[in-house]
Every structure is written in C-alpha cells, then in structure tokens.
C-alpha cells in the first residue's frame, strides 16, 4: 500500500529502477514495497530507517528525470557533458506519505555514486566514490581535490545533508 512509485518507470533496454523493501523486525509482514526511478537506469546501494515513518535511501541515477523535490540541495541532473554516467542520488521517504525530499549529489563532470547511508534525526551522512573534479564540498573540508589531483580520476567522498535535504553540511 501507499507505494511511492508502483510501477517500474525505466523505457530503456535493459533498464532498471531501484526497488525498496521493508519487512517488520520479524519479516513476516511486508510494510512497504516500491520502485524508486525515472525512465533511465537507476540503482539503490542502501536504506536506512530513522523510525518507521522515515528511510534514507541512496544509489545511483542515470535519468535525467530521476524524481527529485523542490528546494532541495541540487535537484537537477548535472553532468551533461558526459554520456552514460551516473550522478549520486539521496531521497528521504516517508512509506505511508510518499516521497520527503529527493536529490541528486554530483558535480558537473564524470560519475558520481553513494554508496551507503545513515540517517538521524538531524541529517543524512551518506559515502560513495566519485571521477567528478566538482563534486561540491565544503570550507575546511579534508580534501577538496579530486584525487589530489593525480589523474586517475576516481576518489571517495563522506557528505552530510539536512533531513530535508537541502543544507550540505559537509
């Protein structure tokens, strides 16, 4: 019931959208069941639960129209400058409400993909590897070069966003 997207939305060949799952702490009641994607090919790489009215989920999306919220940190696909690849996305759902808040993470050139999530009640940390000389970061932050700038493209990142997904804490 009350599924975010029951259908899977992919067109392309062999494309698929992400699929979420919540069984009760005994996996004898399904809870929720839902795609999450837009008419690309989009993946999940992991949920977590603040409570049971809110999941933090993350992965990777190759649809330009991957759903997103308004207001939130970058609600556009950003690299258009290089086919085939993915931006990072974190989407916050609330399985009996729908869809919370929804963002890509990316920069603006190369891949960029989330790895893992966990959620509390005053943000989303989320971590994945990125080939993106832009990906955002913040003042102060360890390291705010892509792979110090050797040229093998390909660093991981640990960011941490609001709950509502639109402050970039770091």
Known sequence: ?????????STADLAGDGVMVLWDLNL?????CSYLGGTDDDYITDISALNDSL???VGGAWSFDFPTTGGVFQPEFSDTVTPF?????VSVINPYEGLTASTY???DQDWTNSLGVQVDSLGVSFFGG???PTLP???GAFDTVLNDGVSTYEDAFLARLSLDLTTLYY
């Not at 019931?1 to 939305?9: I, K």
């Not at 004898?28 to 929720?32: F, P």
């Open 130 to 132: 990125t080939g993106s």
């Open 85 to 89: 690849v993915a931006n990072a996305f």
């Open 105 to 107: 993470y990316s920069g």
């Open 28 to 32: 004898n009641q399904l809870l929720y």
């Open 137 to 139: 970061t913040t003042p």
């Open 55 to 57: 999941i933090a989920v």
């Open 1 to 9: 019931p009350n599924a975010l997207q029951p259908e899977q939305a």
